[in-house]
């Protein structure tokens, strides 16, 4: 296993290649294991990988956004709202495409959404203009079952549309775009909701639940977007501080000059 990882680190693999690949070992090595072929453990398992960052770290401003929206609606409007949704609530593509008329609660505004990644159901909050959009599809649901949004066959949808890429890259929003964790993709829509919290003062852990992070370090990537906000705090803080030592001084003095004038009076 050591050869085959320095093999694999010699000929420039990416780290996550290799864990891949180590992935697959194991698997197989614990399917052999669970069928009574062997007992020991799996020689990966004192192995120690190298270490990446796969985390995609791309996400849109809010000009970039409305300027892909126009786009995409030209395209397609169901890829449209399948997007829109994704910047307002933080779902990912697969969450929207196992959504039904059952999850959605116009009224309330609010829209459950089931078999996460993290296996736990969550509570996504509509904005108006999601509302408004579910409000015009409503006629498409006939019953709590329907899927709200369907491919041409009326059947669930198995991936995005490649109208998307298409949008993006007649926008450019990838043009000399080189690390791919940088590059627009669909899950980009989710980041850029997260984001947009946190520059809006949003705390981590609200964004956590909103978005459905099963653990608070997965948030932590949005941190630094924070620190204007966090900045701006102090710099309130410093304010108020400031107006306090005025208000005090002004105090003080006042006292200070109606102690003189009584002494003057005597």
Do not use: C
Not at 32 to 57: M, Y
Not at 96 to 103: A, Q
Not at 184 to 211: C, M, N, P, Q
Request: overall charge positive; aromatic content about 6%; hydrophobic content about 35%.
């Amino acid at each position: 296993m050591e050869k085959l990882k320095k093999k694999m680190l010699d000929a420039e693999k990416a780290p996550r290649t290799v864990k891949y690949a180590f992935d697959v070992i194991n698997q197989t090595w614990g399917l052999a294991r669970r069928t009574g072929v062997i007992n020991e453990d799996s020689p990966t398992k004192n192995i120690k990988l190298p270490k990446f960052d796969n985390r995609r770290l791309r996400f849109l401003t809010h000009k970039e956004a409305e300027k892909l929206l126009v786009n995409l609606a030209v395209r397609s409007q169901q890829l449209h709202d399948i997007s829109l949704l994704s910047m307002h609530t933080g779902m990912r593509a697969g969450e929207i495409f196992s959504l039904t008329w059952g999850h959605i609660d116009l009224e309330r505004g609010l829209i459950t959404i089931v078999d996460t990644k993290a296996t736990k159901t969550r509570t996504a909050f509509m904005t108006g203009q999601i509302k408004a959009m579910f409000k015009r599809l409503y006629g498409n649901g006939k019953n709590k079952t329907d899927l709200v949004f369907k491919d041409r066959k009326d059947q669930r949808i198995k991936e995005v549309s490649q109208s998307f890429d298409r949008a993006v890259k007649d926008l450019k929003l990838n043009e000399g775009v080189t690390d791919w964790r940088e590059k627009l993709v669909f899950h980009s829509l989710r980041h850029s909701y997260a984001s947009w919290l946190v520059e809006s003062g949003t705390d981590l852990y609200t964004v956590s639940k909103l978005i459905g992070h099963s653990t608070l370090k997965m948030t932590e990537r949005y941190s630094h977007l924070g620190e204007n906000t966090l900045q701006s705090a102090v710099k309130n803080l410093e304010k108020s501080i400031t107006r306090a030592a005025a208000a005090a001084r002004a105090t003080d003095q006042e006292k200070l000059e109606g102690s003189g004038n009584e002494l003057r009076k005597v």
